[in-house]
């Protein structure tokens, strides 16, 4: 079993900034894939940003110049650097990892458990 444990939400004004981490622990061979997504009240969960194993980049449109991923192999974890932070930025982030549990073997898909990120205006 592999779980995703994030840290780092909470509120900021407009203009400010936050990180978030997710760190993965578990058994299993390696971490291919790991994202965040968002999502808010109402709204359908998004992608924000996602990362290979080496380090290949994709951003939504939205958040492109602001945001920021990476990731520390090492550590099994992945980090998000948000800049500029705007209201509409505001939801619950959650974390994502595709986790192959033995060489060549199935990957997996796996979700934190959301946290949450408000920009007041």
């Known amino acids: 079993q592999v779980q995703l444990v994030e840290s780092g939400g909470g509120l900021v004004q407009a203009g400010g900034s936050l990180t978030l981490s997710c760190a993965a622990s578990?058994?299993?061979?390696?971490?291919?894939?790991m994202a965040w997504y968002r999502q808010a009240p109402g709204k359908q969960r998004e992608l924000v940003a996602h990362i290979t194993h080496g380090s290949i980049t994709n951003y939504a449109d939205s958040v492109k110049g602001r945001f920021t991923i990476s990731r520390d192999t090492a550590k099994n974890t992945v980090y998000l650097q948000m800049n500029s932070l705007e209201p509409e930025d505001t939801a619950v982030y959650y974390c994502?990892?595709?986790?192959?549990?033995?060489?060549?073997?199935?990957?997996?898909?796996?979700w934190g458990q959301g946290t949450q990120v408000t920009t007041s205006s």
């Open positions: 994502y990892a595709e986790v192959e549990h033995r060489r060549g073997g199935i990957v997996g898909t796996y």
């Open positions: 578990g058994s299993f061979f390696s971490i291919n894939g």
